[in-house]
T-cell receptor, first 112, second 112 residues
């Protein structure tokens, strides 16, 4: 099955700075890459996703980039705010498979 | 729409006891999943279902069982609870297999 590695495990940034989280995947047949945000004690929620036919996708202050050759994808958060503090999970699914494999998560803390 | 509903939210079990975690979705999604979340370990797939009457094992199925008699319901059964099953359990559903999940609010289970 797919193996997803996520780095770093923790990330502390000053409010207003950018945050970048990187994930690598093992199976070149993977074609869908979502990112989830989980606030303390809450359920994970989808914040952005990208498919393998696209190299970059943006939604306001967040963006995801995909490098299929290197088999890695990244989440970029610009102009970070205190409400961005949460655990972020990357995931990947293999084409024609029916399930997501998740990274171990990154705890992001935005310092005021 | 309620989305994905999980019950109970919290439960303490004694070693050897059994219980069923309930999961219901009202979005007419064919795909449903059970994950467990341990601290620093991300989300691990226990079981999944691609439709009523069809279930399959994930990464960590031992000690659990599922059934899918209807599109809406996907209960997870724990037989002979062990301390290693202490975790937070999330049910999820998706319209597309391996696509963006909608998660339930989770069940925090402690086995003592």
């Amino acid at each position: 099955g797919e193996n997803v590695e996520q780095h770093p495990s923790t990330l502390s940034v000053q409010e207003g700075d950018s945050a970048v989280i990187k994930c690598t995947y093992s199976d070149s047949a993977s074609n869908y890459f979502p990112w989830y945000k989980q606030e303390l004690g809450k359920r994970p929620q989808l914040i952005i996703d990208i498919r393998s036919n696209v190299g970059e996708k943006k939604d306001q202050r967040i963006a995801v980039t995909l490098n299929k050759t290197a088999k890695h994808f990244s989440l970029h958060i610009t102009e970070t705010q205190p409400e961005d503090s949460a655990v972020y999970f990357c995931a990947a699914s293999i084409q024609n498979d029916y399930k997501l494999s998740f990274g171990a998560g990154t705890t992001v803390t935005v310092r005021a | 729409n309620a989305g994905v509903t999980q019950t109970p939210k919290f439960r303490i079990l004694k070693i050897g006891q059994s219980m069923t975690l309930q999961c219901t979705q009202d979005m007419n999604h064919n795909y449903m999943y059970w994950y467990r979340q341990d601290p620093g370990m991300g989300l691990k797939l226990i079981y999944y279902s691609v439709g009523a009457g069809i279930t399959d094992k994930g990464e960590v199925p031992n000690g659990y069982n599922v059934s899918r008699s209807t599109t809406e319901d996907f209960p997870l059964r724990l037989e002979l609870a062990a301390p290693s099953q202490t975790s937070v359990y999330f049910c999820a559903s998706s319209y597309l297999g391996g696509g963006g999940y909608t998660f339930g609010s989770g069940t925090r289970l402690t086995v003592v």
